[in-house]
T-cell receptor, first 113, second 117 residues
Framework: DGGITQSPKYLFRKEGQNVTLSCEQNLNHDAMYWYRQDPGQGLRLIYYSQIVNDFQKGDIAEGYSVSREKKESFPLTVTSAQKNPTAFYLC????????????FGSGTRLTVV | GDSVTQMEGPVTLSEEAFLTINCTYTATGYPSLFWYVQYPGEGLQLLLKATKADDKGSNKGFEATYRKETTSFHLEKGSVQVSDSAVYFCALSDHNAGGTSYGKLTFGQGTILTVHP
């Protein structure tokens, strides 16, 4: 079945560490997105990519980095520069043509310990 | 820029009550409109969509009509169930006249719905 897979489901980070969240899709979607969701809050866009080897900053890119070396993969690194990284991270993919909406992964919950 | 505004929550209803969650939008192009649902601890799932004015999206008893004249896309359900308890997000994706997306969805802030037996 086609879908989008995020891993791990839960992740714990120590202060000063970089961590990488995985996002893989087999939907043949051109575009991929990373969102952050804080408790009781909406979604805030971190980064997005519409084509391999290209990506754009979203509304809250500071302290995060991404790469898009393959169409299927869009990993997100939360760097030590992100001062408040505890949140629920959602990856999504979609077509860049006439939109049918996004397909979301099941999320990664990141906690700083 | 594009924006989506949802009614303030949370919304608490009794089972079999009528549900309305208001959503209004601003967009510069030709937006498609969506409702997503998020159950606790999960990602978002597409609930329904409408891609042009006067279209009605429907799924699982939920409905929403794309009203260009009022820039609205209100979500309704005639009889809610306890299993409908979730967070509901309204969203839009803007396009040019040729249907090419401008690249990203814009989400509302979400509305928490709790349904009691």
């Amino acid at each position: 079945d086609g879908g989008i897979t995020q891993s791990p489901k839960y992740l714990f980070r120590k202060e000063g560490q970089n961590v990488t969240l995985s996002c893989e899709q087999n939907l043949n979607h051109d575009a991929m997105y990373w969102y952050r969701q804080d408790p009781g809050q909406g979604l805030r866009l971190i980064y997005y990519s519409q084509i391999v080897n290209d990506f754009q900053k979203g509304d809250i890119a500071e302290g995060y980095s991404v790469s898009r070396e393959k169409k299927e993969s869009f990993p997100l690194t939360v760097t030590s520069a992100q001062k408040n990284p505890t949140a629920f991270y959602l990856c999504a993919s979609g077509s860049t043509g006439y939109t049918y909406g996004y397909t979301f992964g099941s999320g990664t919950r990141l906690t700083v310990v | 820029g594009d924006s989506v505004t949802q009614m303030e929550g949370p919304v608490t209803l009794s089972e079999e009550a009528f549900l309305t969650i208001n959503c209004t939008y601003t967009a510069t192009g030709y937006p498609s409109l969506f409702w997503y649902v998020q159950y606790p601890g999960e990602g978002l799932q597409l609930l329904l969509k409408a891609t042009k004015a006067d279209d009605k999206g429907s799924n699982k008893g939920f409905e929403a009509t794309y009203r260009k004249e009022t820039t609205s896309f209100h979500l309704e359900k005639g009889s809610v169930q306890v299993s409908d308890s979730a967070v509901y997000f309204c969203a839009l994706s803007d396009h040019n006249a040729g249907g090419t997306s401008y690249g990203k969805l814009t989400f509302g802030q979400g509305t928490i719905l709790t349904v009691h037996p």
